[in-house]
């Protein structure tokens, strides 16, 4: 049996809050996944997640969620915010959190050629 959604008043679209589309964005990019199955289960259009993806990632700060797993040195905290990237090999990048991100992003892709 088909579900039927009844929308009233003077509004004709149904409101998605942010947890509901950032379930979907996730759930439609996730490994192995489909966007348009994923667009089709929440009776949506594939293009309505792509807008939403590009939104969230609009707002996004510029950082990435990163893992944090033990190494084989410690390092001392840092007097100031950054982020490590450690490349294939022995490069390895502290970058602050007062560089530009222009530059860091032409260190890290400087460094990725490597």
Do not use: H, N, T
């Amino acid at each position: 049996m088909a579900r039927v959604e009844v929308i009233s008043g003077p509004e004709r679209r149904r409101a998605w809050s942010e947890e509901q589309k950032r379930a979907l964005v996730a759930e439609a990019f996730a490994p192995g996944a489909i966007v348009a199955e994923v667009a089709r289960r929440a009776d949506i259009q594939p293009g309505q997640i792509y807008r939403w993806r590009r939104e969230l990632c609009d707002g996004a700060s510029g950082f990435a969620a990163v893992i944090v797993a033990p190494g084989d040195s410690v390092a001392a905290p840092a007097a100031s915010p950054a982020i490590e990237v450690e490349f294939v090999g022995e490069a390895r990048v502290r970058i602050p959190a007062s560089i530009p991100p222009a530059l860091a992003a032409a260190v890290v892709k400087a460094l990725g050629k490597r």
